[in-house]
């Protein structure tokens, strides 16, 4: 649920109430300050809260934020004079919170604030208001066919589609053709990184755009999307045989833990008529499975599987992750891996994240939550150095700080003086998440050459782990 803050007053204020209480748009939650005459209104169809306070007072406002997280700020009032108090007082108790703030005077032209959207009554009215909350698209209808295949959309804080590179999210029948930030047009390629308070534009199939527009407007229950909506096992029985039960236990465990998603497994070179059976009789209404009987590369297998389904996950063995045909592959798909490790996902009770370079460290960073906070995990950003050399990480130290606030989850941070490779083979019952980018087999020859911690992702057996795709320029 998400808490909306207005202040409001005036005739524009009034209906803008009206048409956010008539709309009725789900997952949020109204807190609305009136000073003077103006009142909510009468049949209260969304969940609404008036507070009679000054909405110029520092201490009253404070004491709101302190009762309330708010996700954004909108204000509108009668005056210039409270307006611009009210904007100052606001930013005073939280500079990152999303303000929206009617203009009626041309006062406030030259603003330029961060995370503040002026709104010039001149220009735009009460619709342009309701426009600018969650779950309105906007679609050029004086543009192309005008039918809505060409649609803009906000990116939120929170959003599954914020910090991942263009490259990173497979786009079927539809395209990220520009995106806007800052009042500045970006023609993207694909190691552009999308932010929060972009302006994504669109372009595709009108049905596809509005099943998009809400992936990108949802958190919630959403992983693993970007990447797909679905989850996929892949059994080769010439390597995975032994364990192959434990892998489709542990793949339905996370699935138990996701809403409307649903779990493809695909066998190839089924070998035992024994573990054959018992994997079939876990098919249920969430769980599908396919084998493949006839000969047939594993690589054009999951590559068809591919293209069938909306996959976003894959659960592989090690020993099928490390051949060329299907490493290559999975690579070039940028889906999620999930690398089984000797310990199962249902004794993790960490998710933990080595501290490596700025640009991969933000681009994994929106789905580290979503994993956490799918399977209940404490998530931990470690930054091991031999040399304890710590200033260089400050600034994703404050960037997950940050995403910890807007995703309302917690983050524990430890910085000490350690080798890396050990400190992480020391831990226990954890799920390590890293970068998938195209250096990541560069450890798989010679990895004694090499200090980087990536070099030593796959050393670690124990642990599973969560490779997320990354599109480096």
Not at 346 to 366: D, Y
Not at 404 to 411: E, K, L, N
């Amino acid at each position: 649920m998400k808490n909306i803050l207005i202040l409001a007053d005036g005739l524009v204020a009034e209906e803008f109430l009206r048409s956010v209480n008539s709309k009725r748009i789900a997952d949020n939650r109204y807190t609305v300050v009136l000073p003077g005459s103006l009142k909510l209104p009468e049949k209260l169809q969304v969940p609404m809260e008036a507070v009679a306070i000054d909405p110029t007072s520092y201490s009253k406002l404070r004491h709101l934020f302190n009762q309330h997280d708010f996700t954004v700020v909108f204000i509108l009032l009668d005056t210039l004079e409270e307006t611009g108090e009210s904007l100052k007082n606001i930013r005073r108790i939280d500079e990152k919170v999303r303000v929206v703030m009617l203009d009626r005077w041309n006062g406030f032209k030259k603003l330029k604030q961060t995370g503040t959207t002026v709104v010039n009554a001149n220009e735009m009215l009460s619709n342009q208001l309701y426009n600018l909350l969650p779950s309105v698209p906007v679609i050029a209808r004086n543009v192309g066919l005008g039918e809505g295949e060409i649609m803009e959309v906000l990116v939120p804080f929170g959003s599954t589609f914020a910090y991942r590179h263009v490259g990173s999210i497979q786009q079927i029948k539809w395209r990220i053709a520009a995106i806007y930030r800052n009042g500045k047009l970006i023609l993207p390629n694909n190691a552009t990184m999308i932010r929060p308070q972009d302006i994504l534009l669109l372009i595709g199939r009108p049905q596809v755009l509005n099943n998009l527009y809400r992936r990108i407007q949802k958190r919630s229950g959403m992983f693993p999307e970007p990447f797909g909506r679905d989850l996929y096992l892949f059994l080769d029985m010439d390597r995975d045989e032994q364990r192959a039960l434990e892998y489709l236990e542990e793949s339905i465990f996370l699935l138990e833990k996701l809403e409307d998603r649903e779990l493809i497994v695909r066998i190839v070179n089924p070998g035992s008529f024994d573990v054959i059976e018992r994997i079939k009789e876990r098919r249920q209404e969430r769980v599908d499975i396919q084998i493949s009987y006839e000969p047939e590369a594993e690589a054009q297998a999951l590559l068809g599987d591919m293209q069938r389904y909306d996959l976003g996950l894959i659960f592989l063995s090690r020993r099928s992750f490390e051949r060329e045909s299907i490493y290559t592959e999975v690579y070039e798909l940028k889906k999620l891996v999930y690398l089984f490790g000797k310990t199962p996902l249902s004794e993790v009770q960490r998710a933990v994240i080595l501290m490596s370079g700025e640009e991969e460290m933000e681009a994994i960073s929106s789905t580290s939550f979503y994993i956490s906070e799918a399977l209940g995990l404490e998530l931990c950003l470690c930054h091991f150095d031999p040399e304890g050399e710590f200033d260089s990480s400050a600034r994703i130290v404050e960037h997950y700080e940050t995403l910890s606030h807007i995703f309302h989850y917690p983050i524990r941070t430890e910085a000490r003086q350690a080798n890396p490779v050990r400190a992480l083979k020391e831990m226990q019952k954890v799920l390590q998440i890293a970068p998938f980018d195209k250096d990541l087999r560069r450890g798989w020859r010679l990895p004694f050459l090499s200090t980087r911690v990536e070099d030593y992702l796959l050393d670690t057996i124990q642990h599973p782990k969560l490779f997320i795709p990354v599109e480096m320029g």
